[in-house]
């Protein structure tokens, strides 16, 4: 069995939608105590052994509005990006900002932080270098629509 040439985006997106609601049943993605207990990170408790933390946070959203925001940008940016230049790309284009998100705001705030919009924001730079040097290939990024 053949996978079909966007996959990941789908994948990505059923697991924001999953552990979403897992945290809505353990009492609310807006909740400290859930936001903690699922890997949201704040300045001392990535620290250390929780390490895992500076991943998992970018899996994690606070509220609908959050988790709905960032699964449309990731449907916009990621479809396209992934169609060109396949799954392992756009994964590293999304975890890699994640990861330095996650630690930039570990170094500079002791608030509670979760999300994948560093992530997104690792896709906007992306399609940007690529529309800067590669015109042909932000015009086919450009035709794409957000419809499954």
Do not use: C
């Amino acid at each position: 069995m053949r996978l079909p040439k966007v996959w990941l985006i789908w994948l990505m997106l059923a697991a924001f939608v999953a552990i979403f609601l897992l945290m809505e049943l353990a009492g609310g993605s807006t909740t400290l105590r859930v936001l903690i207990q699922f890997g949201a990170t704040t300045g001392r408790r990535a620290r250390g052994r929780a390490g895992r933390r500076l991943i998992s946070r970018g899996m994690l959203h606070i509220g609908v509005m959050h988790l709905l925001m960032n699964g449309w940008g990731l449907i916009i940016l990621g479809k396209a990006l992934e169609e060109v230049h396949g799954p392992r790309t756009l994964w590293a284009l999304f975890i890699l900002p994640v990861l330095g998100g996650s630690i930039t705001s570990n170094l500079t705030s002791t608030h509670v932080s979760a999300g994948a919009s560093g992530g997104l924001f690792g896709l906007i730079g992306a399609y940007v270098v690529y529309a800067s040097f590669a015109p042909v290939i932000a015009k086919a990024i450009a035709s794409f629509k957000a419809t499954p």
